[in-house]
Every structure is written in C-alpha cells, then in structure tokens.
C-alpha cells in the first residue's frame, strides 16, 4: 500500500479523466514559472482552457492538435490575471513536466476508464 492509501472504485469514478484536443496555446508572461495558456477541446464537455509549465519540454507548435488528458471536474482556479478550467496531466522530472500521452486517437470526452 502506498503512502496514500487505497481508494475505493467509487473515489476514482469522482475523478473525470478526459481526452481532448489541443486547439490554441498562448505565451503566460504573468506566470510565476514559465507557462503556457492551453484550450482544449473535451467534445461535449467544451472547450476548456487551463495554464501548464510544460514550457522546458515543449514549444506551443508541439502542443497544437496533440490529445492530452485532463481533470475536468475540478473547480475553475484563478490563476494571476488567468482562470484555468482544468488539470492538464503530467509526469514531473528534473527535465520538465512530461505531459500525459494517449497512444492512439479517441474521441474527444472520452473518460479514461
């Protein structure tokens, strides 16, 4: 058992773990840490929009049409002049956030299961 405890099935299905799309990224100068400002197209959750430090591993051109996976169902967290609208996922690593991979298209909205 980890640190954290085990969950039951019923904590994780709390959790909307969604694929979307990569529609726009913007430069966050505001940000405290180097960042980018992604919107996300979840299929018929919306386009949502959030602010990632992914900048050390990624350009804006390498995020553009790329699936990403996403926490949709936290609050809205402002973040300085910018609200983000969900958790874009990752792997930390002394190199940078490694952004959570889909290896084969899916339907935008579709929960991970």
Request: neutral net charge; aromatic residues 10%.
């Given at each position: 058992?980890?640190?954290?405890?085990?969950?039951?099935?019923?904590?994780?299905?709390?959790?909307?773990?969604?694929?979307?799309?990569?529609?726009?990224?913007?430069?966050?100068?505001e940000?405290?840490?180097?960042?980018w400002?992604?919107?996300?197209?979840?299929?018929?959750?919306?386009?949502r929009?959030?602010?990632?430090?992914?900048?050390?591993?990624?350009a804006?051109?390498?995020l553009v049409?790329?699936?990403?996976?996403?926490?949709?169902?936290?609050?809205?967290?402002?973040v300085?002049?910018?609200?983000?609208?969900?958790?874009?996922?990752g792997?930390?690593t002394?190199?940078g956030?490694?952004?959570?991979?889909?290896?084969?298209?899916?339907?935008?909205?579709?929960?991970?299961?």
């Amino acid at each position: 058992m980890s640190e954290q405890g085990t969950i039951t099935w019923g904590d994780f299905e709390k959790v909307m773990l969604c694929a979307g799309t990569v529609q726009r990224v913007e430069p966050f100068p505001e940000a405290r840490k180097p960042a980018w400002k992604l919107w996300v197209d979840f299929g018929p959750h919306g386009v949502r929009k959030t602010s990632a430090q992914i900048k050390d591993l990624y350009a804006a051109e390498d995020l553009v049409g790329r699936q990403i996976v996403g926490v949709i169902n936290f609050p809205p967290k402002q973040v300085g002049p910018f609200v983000s609208e969900f958790l874009l996922t990752g792997f930390p690593t002394e190199q940078g956030v490694v952004v959570t991979a889909i290896e084969r298209p899916v339907p935008d909205g579709t929960r991970l299961a």
